[in-house]
């Protein structure tokens, strides 16, 4: 439905317009219906959503600010209500199953089964090639219609529906492995994983390691267990330095940890643009709470200890208070990030550089000297229910609209092992990401129960947008000054 004609009908709808009812209703029904049936997986209990979801749409469209977003708008809806009545329908089944028999709950073995059935589908979407892995990730699993999925990858609408439909072919054969009970094996994922263990041999610090582990690190879904066996060895290594950290040794990383969570002079100055701009998203997120980590309590022996020792909550000191333990919560922080410019440039950040250097002398020294400092806020959210990707480019976007409203942004899609789904936001033609965000991988030993997503939005390309003027990221030389600032062992 043209954007116009859509817009015109939903106002007619809001002053209950039978015929534009109709309308919508005609236009909309199938695909919340499709919806409904995509997370209940029950044709009777979709079409009570999908009904239930119109109904209180049609009720509320008083409260829907952008009448051309009313599909995602209803998808929102229907969603929750399916979930909701999906819900309930499964507590009516245990009840009466446990009514008939002494039938308990799921055992621990099916709640395994299901997660490795999810693991499965999601290793076989991870065999698709790049471009059909993108589009069926955002229309499948992050929230995306077949327009905004098109716009996100910048190509035309046929484009992903063709990607869509190869990719729906390709996955047919794993989907068959997968009922017949045979994992989807891909053999160069289980060559990649045999490398990596031999080259562990070699050490971490090697050439042979560096390469194989640039490979392991683009697989999908991520081999955690072999990155945790990695991260053991690690700290197998550096064990004895971490038993007892000498009180100079303790102010020195303390003093990191401080500059490092805590903005710049001019990130505080009203007045310069960086500041600026930090106080205008600031207030443009109320929903998100200003949090600061207090450095000068922390116990760095445990901190770096906890890192790699897996009975420990990871990253409970560095977590707004109450974090791990709620079911929701939104907060916002300051820090300052490393950016490294690579050749052509750009600026990227670690993981993007390690991608980038074919061997392990080349990243050490683009490292060396392409490090720089950007002023970030960090935002840092949790919700009970699954966060989709399209939400988070949805914030991003509203965010630009407030702030830089005239200025052009794009989004790309954004890899890295601790995201199940991330993105990159570029504001014009600067050469500094805007914003790498994304919904972080399930981690309950660190961040509690929930889905958890992440943003860091570098706060030069913003400033420069918005006052009109280049600003630069900052120099290394303040952290480089600490680091190589001598203590006792």
């Known amino acids: 439905m043209d954007d116009n004609i859509l817009q015109n009908c939903v106002e007619r709808a809001g002053q209950c317009d039978a015929a534009a009812i109709a309308e919508l209703y005609k236009h909309y029904w199938r695909a919340a ?71 308990k709950l799921p055992t621990p073995g099916s709640r395994l089964e299901q997660q490795e059935l999810a693991a499965l589908i999601h290793e076989a979407v991870g065999t698709l090639s790049q471009t059909l892995r993108e589009a069926v990730s955002l229309f499948y699993f992050e929230g995306y219609d077949i327009k905004e999925a098109a716009h996100f990858l910048d190509v035309p609408e046929g484009t992903v529906k063709r990607r869509l439909h190869e990719g729906r072919l390709k996955l047919r054969d794993a989907a068959e492995l997968i009922i017949k009970g045979a994992k989807p094996m891909n053999p160069n994922r289980e060559h990649i994983l045999k490398k990596l263990e031999d080259a562990l041999s070699e050490g971490i610090h090697s050439e042979a390691f560096f390469k194989v582990m640039r490979q392991a690190l683009r697989l999908r879904p991520v081999p955690n267990e072999l990155i945790r066996k990695v991260m053991r060895k690690i700290y197998a290594e550096k064990k004895e330095r971490f038993k007892t950290i000498s009180p100079e040794k303790e102010k020195k990383w303390r003093d990191m940890m401080t500059l490092m969570y805590s903005h710049s002079d001019r990130a505080q100055d009203p007045n310069h643009p960086v500041g600026k701009v930090s106080n205008t998203i600031r207030a443009a997120l109320p929903q998100f709470k200003s949090w600061r980590l207090d450095c000068s309590e922390l116990n760095m022996s445990r901190v770096v200890r906890s890192i790699f020792e897996e009975n420990e909550k990871t990253s409970s000191p560095l977590l707004p208070p109450g ?167």
């Not at 009545?85 to 446990?98: F, P």
């Not at 392409?370 to 699954?386: M, N, P, R, V």
Request: include cysteine; charge should be neutral.
């Open 323 to 489: 974090f791990v333990e709620s079911s929701r919560g939104s907060f916002i922080s300051a820090t300052r990030a490393i950016l490294v410019q690579d050749k052509d440039g750009m600026f990227c950040t670690s993981y993007e550089l390690v991608q980038k250097m074919e061997s392990l002398d080349a990243f050490k020294k683009q490292y060396k000297r392409g490090k720089f400092l950007s002023d970030a806020l960090c935002l840092l959210w949790k919700e009970a229910q699954i966060i989709e990707l399209k939400a988070i480019e949805d914030l991003l976007r509203r965010l630009s609209n407030t702030i830089i409203p005239s200025t052009t942004i794009h989004f790309s899609q954004y890899e890295e092992p601790r995201y199940r789904a991330a993105l990159r936001m570029q504001i014009g033609n600067s050469p500094v990401p805007a914003a790498i965000a994304g919904v972080l991988n399930p981690r309950p030993e660190i961040y509690g129960e929930g889905h958890i997503a992440f943003a860091a939005i570098y706060l030069e390309p913003w400033a420069s947008a918005q006052s009109v003027q280049k600003i630069e990221l900052s120099d290394f030389s303040p952290l480089l000054d600490l680091l190589s600032k001598k203590s006792d062992p």
């Open 33 to 103: 219906r499709a919806t409904a049936y995509g997370i209940t997986a029950d044709i009777n209990i979709a079409e009570d959503a999908a009904s239930e979801a119109f109904y209180a749409a049609l009720g509320s469209l008083q409260d829907l600010k952008d009448t051309t977003r009313f599909g995602p708008w209803l998808r929102t809806i229907v969603v929750r209500t399916a979930k909701r009545l999906a819900a309930a329908r499964q507590k009516e089944i245990v009840s009466e199953s446990t009514a008939q028999t002494d039938t």
